[in-house]
Protein backbone atom coordinates (compact mmCIF):
# COMPACT_ATOMS: atom_id res chain seq x y z
CA UNK A 1 0.00 0.00 0.00
CA UNK A 2 1.06 3.68 -0.95
CA UNK A 3 0.70 6.23 1.09
CA UNK A 4 0.44 9.68 -1.16
CA UNK A 5 0.77 13.11 -0.30
CA UNK A 6 0.44 15.44 -2.75
CA UNK A 7 -2.22 16.50 -5.54
CA UNK A 8 0.56 15.62 -8.34
CA UNK A 9 1.96 12.60 -6.70
CA UNK A 10 -2.07 11.46 -7.07
CA UNK A 11 -3.26 11.73 -10.58
CA UNK A 12 -0.02 10.52 -11.46
CA UNK A 13 -0.69 7.61 -10.04
CA UNK A 14 -4.33 6.88 -11.39
CA UNK A 15 -3.52 8.69 -14.76
CA UNK A 16 -0.86 5.10 -14.76
CA UNK A 17 -3.65 3.13 -13.69
CA UNK A 18 -6.36 4.04 -16.15
CA UNK A 19 -3.28 3.97 -18.86
CA UNK A 20 -3.08 0.04 -17.74
CA UNK A 21 -6.90 -0.17 -18.43
CA UNK A 22 -7.84 -0.30 -14.89
CA UNK A 23 -10.78 1.27 -12.65
CA UNK A 24 -10.38 3.34 -9.36
CA UNK A 25 -12.85 3.27 -6.39
CA UNK A 26 -12.06 6.01 -3.59
CA UNK A 27 -13.31 6.18 -0.47
CA UNK A 28 -13.35 9.61 0.92
CA UNK A 29 -12.70 9.49 4.54
CA UNK A 30 -11.63 12.13 7.56
CA UNK A 31 -10.54 8.81 9.57
CA UNK A 32 -10.20 7.52 12.83
CA UNK A 33 -11.31 4.46 11.31
CA UNK A 34 -14.24 2.44 12.56
CA UNK A 35 -16.27 -0.81 10.95
CA UNK A 36 -18.33 1.70 8.95
CA UNK A 37 -15.17 2.89 7.26
CA UNK A 38 -13.85 -0.45 6.73
CA UNK A 39 -17.27 -1.84 5.18
CA UNK A 40 -16.85 0.92 2.93
CA UNK A 41 -13.91 -0.32 1.89
CA UNK A 42 -14.76 -4.24 1.44
CA UNK A 43 -17.44 -2.91 -0.96
CA UNK A 44 -14.90 -0.07 -2.52
CA UNK A 45 -12.44 -3.88 -3.00
CA UNK A 46 -15.37 -5.36 -4.51
CA UNK A 47 -15.82 -3.55 -6.93
CA UNK A 48 -12.35 -2.33 -8.36
CA UNK A 49 -8.78 -4.05 -7.54
CA UNK A 50 -7.94 -0.18 -7.44
CA UNK A 51 -8.97 0.99 -4.17
CA UNK A 52 -7.94 4.28 -2.99
CA UNK A 53 -9.21 5.83 0.61
CA UNK A 54 -8.44 9.61 1.54
CA UNK A 55 -8.16 10.43 4.80
CA UNK A 56 -8.38 14.46 5.08
CA UNK A 57 -9.98 16.43 8.03
CA UNK A 58 -11.59 18.88 5.84
CA UNK A 59 -11.42 22.22 7.54
CA UNK A 60 -13.90 23.87 4.93
CA UNK A 61 -16.99 21.82 6.20
CA UNK A 62 -16.45 22.65 10.19
CA UNK A 63 -17.74 25.96 11.39
CA UNK A 64 -15.63 27.82 13.96
CA UNK A 65 -18.06 26.70 17.08
CA UNK A 66 -17.50 22.45 15.82
CA UNK A 67 -14.58 20.09 16.84
CA UNK A 68 -12.22 20.82 14.18
CA UNK A 69 -9.00 20.75 16.36
CA UNK A 70 -10.37 17.71 18.69
CA UNK A 71 -11.38 15.61 15.79
CA UNK A 72 -9.94 12.13 16.42
CA UNK A 73 -7.37 10.58 14.87
CA UNK A 74 -5.27 7.63 14.84
CA UNK A 75 -3.32 7.51 11.84
CA UNK A 76 -0.94 4.43 12.33
CA UNK A 77 -4.11 2.33 13.24
CA UNK A 78 -5.92 4.17 9.67
CA UNK A 79 -2.97 2.89 7.53
CA UNK A 80 -2.63 -0.97 9.42
CA UNK A 81 -6.62 -1.41 9.05
CA UNK A 82 -6.47 0.26 5.32
CA UNK A 83 -3.58 -2.30 4.36
CA UNK A 84 -5.36 -5.25 5.89
CA UNK A 85 -8.70 -3.95 3.42
CA UNK A 86 -6.19 -4.28 0.68
CA UNK A 87 -6.18 -0.39 -0.04
CA UNK A 88 -3.82 0.27 -2.78
CA UNK A 89 -3.17 3.99 -1.91
CA UNK A 90 -4.05 6.57 0.83
CA UNK A 91 -4.32 9.58 -0.12
CA UNK A 92 -3.42 11.94 3.02
CA UNK A 93 -3.13 15.76 1.50
CA UNK A 94 -2.37 18.35 4.40
CA UNK A 95 -4.54 20.97 4.77
CA UNK A 96 -2.30 23.13 2.84
CA UNK A 97 -1.73 21.01 -0.26
CA UNK A 98 -5.77 21.05 -0.80
CA UNK A 99 -6.57 24.74 0.15
CA UNK A 100 -3.45 26.56 -1.14
CA UNK A 101 -3.18 30.15 0.04
CA UNK A 102 -5.67 32.74 -1.90
CA UNK A 103 -7.92 29.73 -2.35
CA UNK A 104 -11.48 30.96 -3.29
CA UNK A 105 -13.76 28.31 -5.40
CA UNK A 106 -16.64 26.69 -3.45
CA UNK A 107 -19.44 23.73 -4.56
CA UNK A 108 -22.61 24.99 -3.00
CA UNK A 109 -25.96 23.41 -3.87
CA UNK A 110 -29.30 25.32 -3.68
CA UNK A 111 -31.69 23.34 -2.75
CA UNK A 112 -30.63 20.21 -0.75
CA UNK A 113 -28.52 21.87 2.11
CA UNK A 114 -31.69 24.00 3.12
CA UNK A 115 -33.22 21.44 5.19
CA UNK A 116 -31.57 19.27 8.17
CA UNK A 117 -28.08 19.31 8.99
CA UNK A 118 -27.47 22.07 7.08
CA UNK A 119 -30.12 24.11 9.32
CA UNK A 120 -27.86 24.04 11.96
CA UNK A 121 -24.35 23.63 10.10
CA UNK A 122 -24.60 26.37 7.40
CA UNK A 123 -21.01 25.94 5.64
CA UNK A 124 -20.91 22.16 6.39
CA UNK A 125 -21.95 21.43 2.60
CA UNK A 126 -20.71 23.35 1.08
CA UNK A 127 -17.13 22.11 2.45
CA UNK A 128 -18.25 18.92 1.78
CA UNK A 129 -19.20 19.42 -1.46
CA UNK A 130 -16.08 21.28 -2.49
CA UNK A 131 -13.65 18.96 -1.07
CA UNK A 132 -14.99 15.69 -2.59
CA UNK A 133 -15.08 17.72 -5.92
CA UNK A 134 -11.95 18.37 -5.69
CA UNK A 135 -11.15 14.84 -4.70
CA UNK A 136 -12.55 13.50 -7.42
CA UNK A 137 -10.80 15.77 -10.01
CA UNK A 138 -7.10 14.51 -7.91
CA UNK A 139 -8.31 10.73 -7.49
CA UNK A 140 -10.26 10.75 -10.74
CA UNK A 141 -12.10 7.53 -9.46
CA UNK A 142 -14.30 5.30 -11.21
CA UNK A 143 -16.53 4.59 -8.46
CA UNK A 144 -17.06 6.36 -5.36
CA UNK A 145 -18.31 4.91 -2.01
CA UNK A 146 -20.16 6.81 0.59
CA UNK A 147 -22.31 5.35 3.86
CA UNK A 148 -25.78 6.31 4.35
CA UNK A 149 -25.40 7.29 7.64
CA UNK A 150 -24.84 10.74 6.13
CA UNK A 151 -28.06 10.56 4.01
CA UNK A 152 -28.13 14.04 3.37
CA UNK A 153 -24.61 13.70 2.51
CA UNK A 154 -24.80 11.34 -0.09
CA UNK A 155 -27.83 12.58 -1.72
CA UNK A 156 -25.87 15.64 -2.22
CA UNK A 157 -22.67 13.92 -3.87
CA UNK A 158 -25.43 12.41 -6.02
CA UNK A 159 -27.20 15.65 -7.29
CA UNK A 160 -23.85 17.21 -7.53
CA UNK A 161 -22.37 14.17 -9.50
CA UNK A 162 -25.78 14.56 -12.12
CA UNK A 163 -25.13 18.68 -12.04
CA UNK A 164 -21.52 18.56 -13.05
CA UNK A 165 -21.64 15.82 -15.72
CA UNK A 166 -19.02 13.26 -13.58
CA UNK A 167 -19.04 10.31 -15.29
CA UNK A 168 -18.75 8.68 -11.05
CA UNK A 169 -20.96 5.89 -10.25
CA UNK A 170 -22.08 6.29 -6.47
CA UNK A 171 -22.14 3.39 -4.90
CA UNK A 172 -23.88 3.37 -1.03
CA UNK A 173 -23.53 1.52 1.56
CA UNK A 174 -25.96 0.43 4.76
CA UNK A 175 -25.34 2.01 8.14
CA UNK A 176 -23.21 -0.11 10.54
CA UNK A 177 -24.12 -0.25 14.33
CA UNK A 178 -22.74 -1.49 17.59
CA UNK A 179 -24.68 -4.68 18.85
CA UNK A 180 -26.98 -2.29 20.80
CA UNK A 181 -27.95 -0.48 17.65
CA UNK A 182 -25.90 2.74 17.99
CA UNK A 183 -24.57 3.92 14.76
CA UNK A 184 -20.72 3.54 14.69
CA UNK A 185 -19.38 6.70 14.56
CA UNK A 186 -15.64 8.48 14.49
CA UNK A 187 -17.61 11.18 17.08
CA UNK A 188 -18.79 7.96 19.77
CA UNK A 189 -15.23 8.38 21.02
CA UNK A 190 -16.38 11.61 22.55
CA UNK A 191 -19.03 10.35 24.46
CA UNK A 192 -18.83 9.58 28.45
CA UNK A 193 -20.29 6.09 29.71
CA UNK A 194 -23.04 7.57 30.97
CA UNK A 195 -23.65 9.36 27.60
CA UNK A 196 -22.67 6.34 25.95
CA UNK A 197 -26.43 5.15 27.31
CA UNK A 198 -28.36 8.36 26.18
CA UNK A 199 -27.04 7.68 22.88
CA UNK A 200 -28.98 4.85 21.99
CA UNK A 201 -31.98 7.35 21.98
CA UNK A 202 -31.29 8.00 17.83
CA UNK A 203 -31.66 4.52 16.99
CA UNK A 204 -34.36 3.49 19.76
CA UNK A 205 -36.67 6.43 18.35
CA UNK A 206 -35.96 5.66 15.01
CA UNK A 207 -37.28 1.94 15.71
CA UNK A 208 -40.24 3.68 17.58
CA UNK A 209 -41.42 6.02 14.75
CA UNK A 210 -41.15 2.90 12.56
CA UNK A 211 -43.50 1.12 14.31
CA UNK A 212 -45.79 3.48 14.99
CA UNK A 213 -46.37 4.00 10.93
CA UNK A 214 -46.32 0.16 10.34
CA UNK A 215 -49.45 0.37 13.12
CA UNK A 216 -51.13 2.74 11.04
CA UNK A 217 -50.27 6.31 12.55
CA UNK A 218 -50.58 8.78 9.45
CA UNK A 219 -49.84 11.80 11.59
CA UNK A 220 -45.95 12.65 10.96
CA UNK A 221 -46.91 15.75 14.13
CA UNK A 222 -48.02 12.74 16.25
CA UNK A 223 -45.04 10.77 15.26
CA UNK A 224 -42.73 13.68 15.80
CA UNK A 225 -44.03 14.96 19.03
CA UNK A 226 -43.76 11.29 20.42
CA UNK A 227 -40.70 11.21 19.48
CA UNK A 228 -39.44 14.10 20.81
CA UNK A 229 -40.58 13.69 24.77
CA UNK A 230 -38.73 10.22 24.14
CA UNK A 231 -35.73 11.67 23.52
CA UNK A 232 -35.95 14.29 26.13
CA UNK A 233 -36.27 11.41 28.37
CA UNK A 234 -32.32 10.10 28.35
CA UNK A 235 -30.19 12.34 30.17
CA UNK A 236 -28.17 14.81 28.47
CA UNK A 237 -29.81 15.03 24.85
CA UNK A 238 -30.75 18.14 23.51
CA UNK A 239 -32.63 17.45 19.99
CA UNK A 240 -31.40 19.61 16.90
CA UNK A 241 -34.26 17.92 14.87
CA UNK A 242 -36.35 15.12 13.88
CA UNK A 243 -37.74 14.88 10.19
CA UNK A 244 -39.96 12.58 8.24
CA UNK A 245 -39.31 13.80 4.83
CA UNK A 246 -39.03 12.35 0.73
CA UNK A 247 -35.72 10.88 0.74
CA UNK A 248 -34.96 12.61 -2.79
CA UNK A 249 -35.59 16.10 -2.06
CA UNK A 250 -35.66 15.57 1.71
CA UNK A 251 -39.04 18.45 2.24
CA UNK A 252 -41.28 17.59 5.40
CA UNK A 253 -43.99 15.31 4.47
CA UNK A 254 -47.33 16.14 6.11
CA UNK A 255 -49.73 12.96 6.84
CA UNK A 256 -48.48 9.97 5.59
CA UNK A 257 -51.80 9.31 3.55
CA UNK A 258 -51.86 12.35 1.69
CA UNK A 259 -51.81 12.37 -2.04
CA UNK A 260 -48.42 14.01 -2.47
CA UNK A 261 -46.64 11.81 0.51
CA UNK A 262 -43.63 10.28 -1.21
CA UNK A 263 -43.14 6.67 -0.76
CA UNK A 264 -40.08 5.43 0.67
CA UNK A 265 -39.98 7.94 3.52
CA UNK A 266 -37.10 9.11 5.47
CA UNK A 267 -37.05 9.43 9.47
CA UNK A 268 -33.96 11.31 10.33
CA UNK A 269 -32.60 13.03 13.76
CA UNK A 270 -29.74 14.59 15.21
CA UNK A 271 -29.37 15.03 18.92
CA UNK A 272 -26.90 16.65 20.98
CA UNK A 273 -25.67 14.57 23.98
CA UNK A 274 -23.49 16.29 26.05
CA UNK A 275 -21.73 18.50 23.50
CA UNK A 276 -21.50 15.73 21.18
CA UNK A 277 -23.84 15.97 17.84
CA UNK A 278 -24.91 12.51 16.99
CA UNK A 279 -27.10 11.88 13.88
CA UNK A 280 -29.00 8.47 12.65
CA UNK A 281 -31.44 7.57 10.04
CA UNK A 282 -34.08 5.04 8.52
CA UNK A 283 -35.82 4.80 5.50
CA UNK A 284 -39.25 3.09 5.74
CA UNK A 285 -41.98 1.51 3.01
CA UNK A 286 -45.36 2.76 4.98
CA UNK A 287 -46.83 1.31 1.83
CA UNK A 288 -45.82 -2.35 2.23
P1 LIG B 1 -16.37 10.47 7.65
O1 LIG B 1 -17.28 10.96 8.72
O2 LIG B 1 -15.01 9.99 8.02
O3 LIG B 1 -17.13 9.33 6.88
C1 LIG B 1 -16.55 8.72 5.76
C2 LIG B 1 -17.59 7.82 5.11
O4 LIG B 1 -17.95 6.79 6.04
C3 LIG B 1 -18.89 8.55 4.74
O5 LIG B 1 -19.35 8.11 3.47
C4 LIG B 1 -19.84 8.11 5.85
O6 LIG B 1 -21.21 8.14 5.48
C5 LIG B 1 -19.36 6.70 6.11
N1 LIG B 1 -19.78 6.23 7.43
C6 LIG B 1 -19.59 6.84 8.63
N2 LIG B 1 -20.16 6.13 9.62
C7 LIG B 1 -20.73 5.04 9.03
C8 LIG B 1 -21.47 3.92 9.52
N3 LIG B 1 -21.75 3.76 10.80
N4 LIG B 1 -21.90 3.00 8.63
C9 LIG B 1 -21.63 3.15 7.30
N5 LIG B 1 -20.93 4.17 6.78
C10 LIG B 1 -20.49 5.11 7.64
O7 LIG B 1 -18.28 11.79 5.76
C11 LIG B 1 -17.14 12.26 5.86
O8 LIG B 1 -16.13 11.63 6.56
C12 LIG B 1 -16.71 13.56 5.18
O9 LIG B 1 -17.82 14.44 5.15
C13 LIG B 1 -16.15 13.35 3.76
C14 LIG B 1 -17.19 12.72 2.81
C15 LIG B 1 -14.89 12.49 3.79
C16 LIG B 1 -15.76 14.74 3.17
O10 LIG B 1 -14.83 15.38 3.96
Given amino acids: MEILKTVSEMQAWSDNIHQKGNQICLVPTMGYF ?14 CSDLVVSLFVNPTQFSENEDLDSYPA ?21 KKEIYPDRFQTYV ?33 PDVAVFGSKDFQQLQII ?4 KDLNYNIKIVECPIVREDDGLAMSSRNAYLSPEQRLSALCLSKSLEKAEAMIEKGEIRTSTVKKELENYIKSFPFTKIDYISICDPETLDEIGDINSADTACPLLIAVAVYVGKTRLIDNRIINPGQ
Fill in 158 to 161: RRMV
Fill in 74 to 94: NIERDVKLAEKKGVSVIFMPD
Fill in 34 to 47: HEGHLSLMEKGKKI
Fill in 108 to 140: ELTELPAHLCGLSRPVHFRGVATVVTKLFNIVK
